[in-house]
């Protein structure tokens, strides 16, 4: 089967190769009419664009490039959704790289990117300080959005979610059915933590409970059997305390979700012995045993605000007059048998 072209599209849409192209782009210049002739044929026929030649005529390649630090969860699918839909009404294409919170990694992906020619990049750095220097480098020819992990010293648009508040509800509701021995587990050099673990902190400070050091974890994120690990030592080394904790609260998806594996083999009993809660966008927390009590981020949107925010950037001529914005949705908790039995 031939490759369609804008030749053969125009051919058989009796046009002009430049009305077609127009449409196909979009134009002001072309009325609805034609432009939606034109693209349902182009859809139909299985048309695609030529990127080197767009490149070399526009200087763009309509791609935006998405670097993330892991893609092992529905948090990361659901994120990714809402960007690649919000991409694809403004005619622009996504690929991804998962960078598995390697900074080596990060900054190969974020190379790669470059090289690739996108027209913007939308960035979810492992932490607060991974590959800074090149993302400033970076920043001052490609336009950078910021999500997720927002606490990123880069001035450009940033996409999140009200992080402290977050946390502080789950220990508001821990503290509420009368756990007041509160431990948390955090992931070590997570762009996230910082502002999560300060939630958790507030909320101790707001109800004078003292916090108690042994109780704040960080674990190993490098990998997932290096979590399971690492988490499984400390659930023993916390409950061998003098005063041990009688809830948990996981501050990312992957800790939360594999808690309640970890706590099964140890068996321990949830939420009898330690209540459960933390961060978790999986659909699947109802049906875990028991159910997990989560708080769930609009993930949905976070993508689908991040790819706003670039394509509008990169629509502007002078980028210097743009006003930043570090946007913070809110999160959502929802309460279940981890927590309340």
């Known amino acids: ?19 077609v192209s127009k449409a196909l782009n ?6 609805e009419v034609t432009k939606r002739t034109v693209q349902e044929f182009a859809k139909k026929h ?17 791609t935006i490039g998405v670097v993330l630090p892991k893609m092992t969860g529905p948090f990361e699918a659901q994120i990714i959704a809402g960007m690649q839909k919000t991409a694809a009404n403004h005619h622009y294409r996504i690929i991804i790289m998962n960078t598995m919170e390697n900074e080596e990694l990060e900054r190969l992906a974020l190379q790669s990117m470059l090289d690739k020619s996108v027209d913007g990049i939308l960035l979810c750095p492992i932490h607060e300080e991974s590959n800074i220097v090149l993302a400033k480098q970076i920043l001052k020819t490609t336009p950078v959005v910021i999500f997720d992990r927002t606490h990123y010293p880069l001035e450009t ?13 789950a220990c508001k509701h821990l503290l509420d059915i009368g756990r007041r021995q509160i431990a948390i587990f955090c992931g070590a050099r997570q762009g996230i933590t910082t502002k999560r673990l300060s939630g958790y902190i507030e909320a ?5 409970i003292p916090v108690t050091p042994e109780y704040i974890v960080h674990c190993n994120v490098k990998s997932l059997l290096d979590l399971q690990v690492d988490m499984e030592n ?5 409950l061998r ?22 706590l099964a083999k140890l068996e321990i009993k ?17 049906s875990l045993n028991p159910s997990l009590s989560t708080i769930r981020q609009p993930t949905t949107e976070i993508g689908e605000i991040s790819v706003t925010k670039l394509v509008e950037t990169m629509q502007k001529k002078n980028r210097s007059q743009i006003e930043w914005e570090d946007i913070k949705l809110p999160t959502s908790i929802q309460l279940r048998r981890s927590t309340i039995g």
């Open 1 to 19: 089967m031939a490759k369609t072209t804008l030749k053969s599209l125009a051919q058989a849409l009796n046009m002009s190769v430049s009305t």
């Open 26 to 31: 979009d134009s002001h210049e072309i009325s």
């Open 46 to 62: 299985n048309y695609q664009p030529n990127v080197l030649a767009k490149f070399l005529k526009t200087g763009k390649t309509n």
């Open 157 to 169: 648009h940033k996409v999140g979610v009200l992080n402290i508040e977050g946390t502080y509800n």
């Open 204 to 208: 101790h400070n707001d109800f004078q």
């Open 234 to 238: 400390h659930v023993k080394a916390l």
């Open 241 to 262: 305390l003098p005063n041990p904790p009688n809830a948990i609260i996981g501050v990312a998806d992957t800790i939360t979700t594999h808690l309640l594996g970890i």
């Open 270 to 286: 949830v939420p009898e012995t330690l209540a459960v809660i933390g961060f978790a966008n999986t659909d699947l927390a109802l």
